[in-house]
Nanobody, 124 residues
């Protein structure tokens, strides 16, 4: 089992930057791929970014490519999502997820562990 706890979400203005974090505990964090998803009110959960077990491979949704960066620090059991040039449409609850594989994935059902989420609100 892996327990995931997100932090760092808050209210920001359009154009601002924000970094959210996800701290993991439980089984060996360095052996699992991680991802970030988000869910806005009335919408389905959508893929944002994913990173492989050592961080050598990443993948992003088209809507955030060039603005968001996913990274991980296996020594700290933490994965990050750096968000730049934020837009009001980025407003959502952001969820951290882990999967029992070393390789990236973009679909929610491919992930085994989920955090409770952290709210990011971008005002115009």
């Amino acid at each position: 089992q892996v327990q995931l706890v997100e932090s760092g979400g808050r209210l920001v203005q359009a154009g601002d930057s924000l970094r959210v974090s996800c701290a993991a505990s439980g089984r060996t964090f360095s052996n699992i791929a991680m991802g970030w998803f988000r869910q806005a009110p009335g919408k389905e959960r959508e893929f944002v970014a994913t990173i492989s077990w050592r961080g050598g491979r990443t993948n992003y949704a088209d809507s955030v490519k060039g603005r968001f960066t996913i990274s991980r620090d296996n020594a700290k059991n933490t994965v990050y999502l750096q968000m730049n040039s934020l837009k009001p449409e980025d407003t959502a609850v952001y969820y951290c997820a882990g999967r029992s594989s070393m390789f990236t994935a973009t679909m929610p059902h491919e992930y085994d562990y989920w955090g409770q989420g952290t709210q990011v609100t971008v005002s115009s």
